[in-house]
T-cell receptor, first 117, second 110 residues
Framework: AQKVTQAQTEISVVEKEDVTLDCVYE???????LFWYKQPPSGELVFLIR??????QNEISGRYSWNFQKSTSSFNFTITASQVVDSAVYFC??????????????FGKGMKLTVNP | DSGVTQTPKHLITATGQRVTLRCSPR?????VYWYQQSLDQGLQFLIQ???????AKGNILERFSAQQFPDLHSELNLSSLELGDSALYFC?????????FGSGTRLTVV
């Protein structure tokens, strides 16, 4: 069975601090996708990244970066120089990637980030 | 606008009632997924349809049912509602290019 663990439930930082959100996953699939979503107070789920299990390259997008390590089954997310607008709940998720399979997402419980001015 | 449309945005109803939530997937996407987000259970997969056929089922109660129509829109029917069914219900669609969520329907059962 697939499982995603976000051990941190809540983090509070001061603006401009860097913050890393941890995600550990479990799956028996050899091919899978990993995702991060942001849920601001307004409630919608905002897609941040999808990573294929074959692609272990780290990715950077502006102030966001992701570190995928298959050896430790982790897909951590770092926000550099955090801003108040980054305050949200962040979800890590996992899906299988088999042809003809279901890409249903298994979510972690989420991590609430509060960035204080 | 994500391209996935959910209606209504908010719904308040009484226990024992039945409601229907509607989802129109992004143009060209054949798969529709339904998720429930509640305070105690978090975000949970309910059911998936692919081109009109049920493809996967998750933690969906027997009181809940869904279908996908020929025009690919989907409806989630919730019946005999209980207080614990109060939640945010998301629809998502997927293609080879990505996975997109609608803005959700917030259901409040009173």
């Amino acid at each position: 069975a697939q499982k995603v663990t976000q051990a941190q439930t809540e983090i509070s930082v001061v603006e401009k601090e860097d913050v890393t959100l941890d995600c550990v996953y479990e799956t028996r699939d050899t091919t899978y996708y990993l995702f991060w979503y942001k849920q601001p107070p307004s409630g919608e789920l905002v897609f941040l990244i999808r990573r294929n299990s074959f692609d272990e390259q780290n990715e950077i997008s502006g102030r966001y970066s992701w570190n995928f390590q298959k050896s430790t089954s982790s897909f951590n997310f770092t926000i550099t120089a955090s801003q108040v607008v980054d305050s949200a709940v962040y979800f890590c998720a996992l899906s299988e990637a088999r042809q003809g399979g279901s890409e249903k997402l298994v979510f972690g419980k989420g991590m609430k980030l509060t960035v204080n001015p | 606008d994500s391209g996935v449309t959910q209606t209504p945005k908010h719904l308040i109803t009484a226990t024992g009632q039945r409601v229907t939530l509607r989802c129109s997937p992004r143009s060209g996407d054949l798969s529709v997924y339904w998720y429930q987000q509640s305070l105690d259970q978090g975000l949970q997969f309910l059911i998936q349809y692919y081109n009109g056929e049920e493809r996967a089922k998750g933690n969906i109660l027997e009181r809940f049912s869904a279908q996908q129509f020929p025009d690919l829109h989907s409806e989630l029917n919730l019946s005999s509602l209980e207080l614990g069914d109060s939640a945010l219900y998301f629809c998502a669609s997927s293609s080879n290019y990505g996975y997109t969520f609608g803005s959700g329907t917030r259901l409040t059962v009173v």
